[in-house]
Structure formats: structure tokens, C-alpha cells
Nanobody, 122 residues
Framework: QVQLVESGGGLVQAGDSLRLSCAAS????????MGWFRQAPGKERGFVAA????????YYAVSVKGRFTISRDTAKNTVYLQMNSLKPEDTAVYYC???????????????WGQGTQVTVSS
């Protein structure tokens, strides 16, 4: 059973930075993808970024590419999302997700964290 716990959300001003953390436990992650998603009020959950556990290869949504960086610390079983140059449209609940052998970069994830709120004021 995989458990994911997000932290690091908060209220910031436009242009500021935040780093989200996702502590993972419960299985070996092999080279499966770990992802970040977000959901704003009235909108569907959308893909933000993902990283393959062993190789470290990454993939980003166009809307965040160049501003956000996903990384992982294998020794700590933790995935990070460094968010720079934040915009009001980045406001959402951010979720960490863990995939398996059939997970694509952007969908098919099996496990989800509880979410952490990120609010960016203008």
C-alpha cells in the first residue's frame, strides 16, 4: 500500500516561489513515474509535471515549463516541485501521485496524496 503525503503549500504573492514536497512510502518505486497534478475550483484535475524514479527523466505541462522543476531524493523517498515565478492562475490544490508499470506521463496514476493548497495573490 502506497502512502503519499504532500506539504509546502501556502499563500504567496505573484512572482514568489514555493517548494512542495511529497513523502512516499509503501513499495519499491522502480522506474515508475511520480507526478504532480493540480485542481482549481470549478476545473478538472490537470497534469503539472512528472519524474521517473530511477532514471530521473522529467516531463512538464506547457503551462509550467521553465518555471517549475520536479526532482526527487531517492534516499528520502521524496519528490519535490519547485515553483518559481508563480502566477495567480497557478492557484489550486496540488496533488502528488504515484504510477505503476502501465502509467503514462500524464495519466494512469494509481495512488494519490491528500493535496496541499497553493494560493497566489495578484
Amino acid at each position: 500500500q502506497v502512502q503519499l503525503v504532500e506539504s509546502g503549500g501556502g499563500l504567496v504573492q505573484a512572482g514568489d516561489s514555493l517548494r512542495l514536497s511529497c513523502a512516499a512510502s509503501g513499495r519499491t518505486f522502480s522506474n515508475y513515474p511520480m507526478g504532480w497534478f493540480r485542481q482549481a475550483p470549478g476545473k478538472e484535475r490537470g497534469f503539472v509535471a512528472a519524474i521517473r524514479w530511477t532514471s530521473g527523466s522529467t516531463y512538464y505541462a506547457v503551462s509550467v515549463k521553465g518555471r517549475f522543476t520536479i526532482s526527487r531524493d531517492t534516499a528520502k523517498n521524496t519528490v519535490y516541485l519547485q515553483m518559481n515565478s508563480l502566477k495567480p492562475e497557478d492557484t489550486a490544490v496540488y496533488y502528488c501521485a504515484a504510477g505503476g508499470p502501465t502509467t503514462n506521463w500524464v495519466d494512469g496514476y494509481n495512488y494519490w496524496g491528500q493535496g496541499t493548497q497553493v494560493t497566489v495573490s495578484s
